[in-house]
């Protein structure tokens, strides 16, 4: 009995190295990664005096492209954009044309071994909105600020490299003070909210 149970100790204990190697240390595999997504949104702008806070549909964008830190950490940089060509800034106004990017720092947390990730990310803000003041005319107004994000998503893979990424994800855009035909806007903040399918390589 005890060298059976001494067999038995030993086989268990040289295969602990072959199983530790097909289980996965962390959910992505080591070196570059990258998405590209799309998908609908939404974005809502507000002003430190406006009365009303306009909110308009529309579709964005996002490329995001970094390195490992950890086995569950990801840096990497990101550019997101979102586009609505029926905005206003005032309700039942659609003739403005809204543009809102933003490119900065972002990070990914993998809570587990799934896929399953968290997002955070902080960056540069350019909001510009084309507004029709004549027939064949269109001004062109800019502003530059700070953007935050955050969201989350789930990787879906289908390869050993590659994935389909469903994620959520808001961008918080203080883009400061406009100048309209209309008129000064101050303090202007523009939230995007935006749903996105990706395709992924980790």
């Known amino acids: 009995m005890r060298t059976i149970a001494l067999v038995l100790l030993l086989g268990s204990v040289c295969a602990m190295p072959s199983l530790a190697q097909t289980r996965p240390s962390r959910p992505h595999r080591s ?3 990258g998405e590209f997504g799309a998908g609908p949104g ?3 702008m507000g002003c430190s005096a406006c009365e009303d806070v306009v909110t308009a549909g529309g579709s964005g964008g996002y490329l995001r492209i970094g390195g490992v830190i950890s086995d569950h950490v990801l840096l990497g940089w990101e550019s997101a954009g979102f586009s609505d060509e029926s905005f206003g800034f005032a309700p039942g106004d659609p003739t403005t044309i809204a543009e809102m990017e933003s490119t900065g720092i972002a990070v990914l947390w993998f809570p587990g ?3 399953l990730f968290l997002k955070g990310g902080v960056g540069v803000a350019q909001g510009r909105f084309m507004i029709p003041t004549a027939t064949a005319q269109v001004d062109s107004v800019r502003g530059t600020g ?3 994000s955050f969201g989350l998503g789930w990787d879906l893979s289908f390869a050993r490299k ?4 469903a994620s959520a994800a808001a961008f918080v855009t203080a883009i400061g003070d406009l100048v309209l035909p209309s008129g000064r806007v101050d303090d202007v903040i523009g939230t995007m909210y935006q749903l996105s399918l990706a395709f992924t390589f980790r």
Do not use: N
């Open 146 to 148: 700070v953007a935050v």
């Open 42 to 44: 939404s974005l809502r």
């Open 31 to 33: 070196g570059l990664w």
């Open 113 to 115: 071994r799934r896929g």
């Open 162 to 165: 590659y994935a389909v990424t």
